[in-house]
């Protein structure tokens, strides 16, 4: 089966941190675009972070406290938090997508919840 695999989130107090890790079970990371979203209660989902050939982008409200990788070798991505704020509360999902040869491919992650309260 092929699938996102999430883990690493948890209860948190402000200021403190988190990793966030996203393996891939079936298929190889490679060449995919890699995103974490999250979904705090009754708030669309948002894109935080984004990588993809090496490149990076992050959304306005966690640049400079959060980092996105990917290990190809290990077939994971991870999303390195620091600095966490009660806003940063929500469930976080990992996605790979990559269009190859017209054809869409799109995978997500179970979700992982991550509360940041004192």
């Known amino acids: 089966q092929l699938q996102l695999v999430e883990s690493g989130g948890g209860l948190v107090q402000p200021g403190g941190s988190l990793r966030l890790s996203c393996a891939g079970s079936?298929?190889?990371?490679?060449?995919?675009?890699i995103g974490w979203y999250r979904q705090a209660p009754g708030k669309q989902r948002e894109l935080v972070a984004t990588?993809?050939?090496?490149?990076?982008n992050y959304a306005d409200s966690v640049k400079g406290r959060f980092t996105i990788s990917s290990d190809n070798g290990e077939n994971t991505a991870a999303l390195q938090m620091n600095s966490l704020k009660p806003d940063d509360t929500g469930v976080y999902y990992c996605?790979?997508?990559?269009?190859?040869?017209?054809?869409?491919?799109?995978?997500w992650g179970q979700g992982t919840q991550v509360t940041v309260s004192s």
């Open positions: 079936g298929f190889s990371l490679d060449y995919y675009t």
């Open positions: 990588i993809s050939g090496g490149i990076t």
């Open positions: 996605n790979a997508v990559k269009t190859t040869w017209g054809i869409q491919y799109d995978y």
